[in-house]
Structures are given as C-alpha cells and as structure tokens.
C-alpha cells in the first residue's frame, strides 16, 4: 500500500516520514485501518514502540484478537546510543537514564575493565582504571583495534555482555559488530553535533548517522538537547510503562 501512494521503504531512509509527501494523516488512518482489518496477523518492525501509529495499530490487532509477532522479541527495551566522540551520547544516555530508569554502558568502559586496564597494569602505564578510560580520547583507533579484537571471532559479543547488564549500549563504532549485534536491540539512537564538533576518522568510527533509526540533533545548546530528546523519552516511557 505504501508503494501505490509514492512511499518506497527500499528508497527512503528511516528516518523519513510519508507527510514530507503531502499525505493526509486521516486519509492514512482510515486507510491502515481498513487494511488491518482483513489481516490475520500484524508483524512488529524493529522500533515499533516509537512510532504512534504502530503502538495503535498493534493495540487494534490485539483487541481484534489477531496474531502480533515481533522482528525482536518485546523482552525488554533495549538501545544503541551511536554517534562521534564527544558529539553527547553519554549526555544523551544520562537524560534517559535519568527520566526513565534505563541504565546503560559504553564499549570503551566495558572492554576497559575487561582487557585494556589489566593489560595496561602490566606495563604501568597508568595509576588507576579511571584515568586509563579518560585517556581514551587520545587514543581511539588503538581502543577500536582492542574493540575490534575482543569481538573476534564473534562481532556480537560485546553487545550481548552489556544488554545482559545494562538496556543501553553506548558507542557502538565497528559496523560490521552493529549489523551483527543489531538483533539483539530493538532500536539505534544517532546523537549528532556535527555542526560544532568534528567526525571522527574511519580508523575508529565506521558507523554511518544512515545506519540509525533515528537522529538527535545535539548542534545547540543542553536545553535544545532536552527539547529534541523529548519525544523520544516519552516514547521510550510509553513503552516500559507496566
């Protein structure tokens, strides 16, 4: 039905909304509506808690007593916070965590305490844990490699052991580990400030702002960040709400 009104999946990305194409709202309404009537079942994309329509349709579909399956199983929020160094995704972590209770970890802590602290005692590069992650900053593209390693052979490791922890996982940057890992989140969260903080390189961050399923603009100030992350969150506490 998408395709017959101009609205293609395969060409638009995901962060694209069919009213940008002069759709009426209520004419789309009515009309998934309508459809959703004749099905037998309805299928839950990846993200289907942050879309309204979604949410009211597999409301619908339950009422009607239809079968709801799921891309990911609903066993738990679960989200990657992407992004550049130093764009705000811990930023971006802290208010959710803050306003709904999801905790989270970041790759560079997790494989910190895992592999690059022991690893740095050895040799005394460092006095303490703390001041060997803050340390990684200067140091990117050797804590990718040790990311890169601890994910060898099995790209997905390192997201399972936060998500086994923690409901966000901050600073995913090999791709290859986010496509691997991606079905075990049921979203990916782009936080961009590429208007007044440089990209990182290749050799630390191959993760694209396309490969996410939504942008956060963090280009102004704290206070904009909070106004742009808004919807998000009271999607995110629609979704965990009991």
Known sequence: MDRDIGFDPEIYGSNHDWWEMDVCLQDAID????ALK???GIYMLRGWELSRGARAEKALAEWMGLQVAFQVPPTGVKLFVLGHGRHGKDTVAEM???????????????VCERL???????????????????????RRAEWYDHITMYNTPDRARLSREIFAEHDIYVGIRNRDE???????????????????????????????REDA????????????????????IEMLEHSIAP
């Not at 306003?99 to 997790?110: C, E, Q």
């Not at 102004?220 to 742009?228: H, S, Y």
């Open 31 to 34: 009309r998934d509506l309508a």
């Open 38 to 40: 004749t099905c037998d």
């Open 213 to 232: 399923d939504i942008v956060i603009d963090n280009n102004g100030d704290l206070d904009a960040l909070k106004r742009n992350l808004e919807p998000v």
């Open 96 to 110: 959710i965590l803050e306003r709904t209770g999801l905790t989270f970890n970041s790759s560079s802590y997790h």
């Open 116 to 138: 690059i602290w022991p690893a740095c005692q050895a040799i005394g590069r460092y006095a303490s844990i703390e001041e060997c992650y803050a340390d990684r900053h200067n």
């Open 178 to 208: 986010f496509v691997e890992a991606k079905n075990v989140s049921a979203l990916a969260i782009w936080v961009d400030a590429s208007k007044r903080k440089p990209p990182e390189p290749a050799s630390s961050m191959t993760i694209l």
